[in-house]
């Protein structure tokens, strides 16, 4: 079945660092793959997504590539800010059968930023 | 644009009780929708989906039901609910044939 397998954290950074969140994911076909972010006591927002080998899905200085060969999705941000601190979510949602339009999750990965 | 919404936004049941936690999604239509619950404020766990009125489909065997009475109204039940029922349940929706979802804000339900 799918699965995807995010960065454990919790991660702890300062102002201004650079955040990179680890995502891989297994798969048949050829699945989109999405990261959500989720502030304290909110739901999950779309934070960018990518639905082919090599696309590069960017949003609010987020930034992410489609690594078919490596299976990956990782999550990056060069200069990260107090108010990007939250949870994320790596997903994927595979394509046809049972699983149509189905997402399945990591299970988060907690990042709080300091100043 | 689309909105959806969920309410109540937070609900303390005693075990035992029944529940009804409803979600609407406005500006769209024909959506699939869905409910997630969400233990401890980590991972995802889908619980229903429906890709039309009156059908649902059961993601996992549980204390928990749905209903799709309507288009954009999709309804979560439990005739007696248990101490695992608590969590913070969410809904989403997609456009029909796409791939992304989009979520309420969220249910908070504790259980005593």
């Known amino acids: 079945g799918n699965s995807v397998t995010q960065m454990e954290g919790p991660v702890t950074l300062s102002e201004e660092a650079f955040l990179t969140i680890n995502c891989t994911y297994t798969a048949t076909g050829y699945p989109s793959l999405f990261w959500y972010v989720q502030y304290p006591g909110e739901g999950l927002q779309l934070l960018l997504k990518?639905?082919?080998?090599?696309d590069k899905g960017s949003n609010k200085g987020f930034e992410a590539t489609y690594r078919k060969e490596t299976t990956s999705f990782h999550l990056e941000k060069g200069s990260v800010q107090v108010s990007d601190s939250a949870v994320y979510f790596c997903a994927l949602s595979a394509a046809g059968g049972t699983s149509y339009g189905k997402l399945t999750f990591g299970q988060g990965t907690i990042l709080t930023v300091h100043p | 644009s689309q909105t959806i919404h969920q309410w109540p936004a937070t609900l303390v049941q005693p075990v035992g009780s029944p529940l009804s936690l409803e979600c609407t999604v406005e500006g769209t239509s024909n959506p699939n929708l869905y409910w997630y619950r969400q233990a401890a404020g980590r991972g995802l766990q889908l619980l229903f989906y429906s890709v039309g009125i009156g059908q649902i489909s059961s993601e996992v065997p549980q204390n928990l039901s749905a209903s799709r009475p309507q288009d954009r109204q999709f309804i979560l039940s439990s005739k007696k609910l248990l101490l695992s029922d608590s969590g913070f349940y969410l809904c989403?929706?997609?456009?029909?044939?796409?791939?992304?979802?989009?979520f309420g804000p969220g249910t908070r339900l504790t259980v005593t």
């Open positions: 989403a929706w997609s456009v029909f044939g796409s791939y992304e979802q989009y």
């Open positions: 990518a639905t082919k080998a090599d």
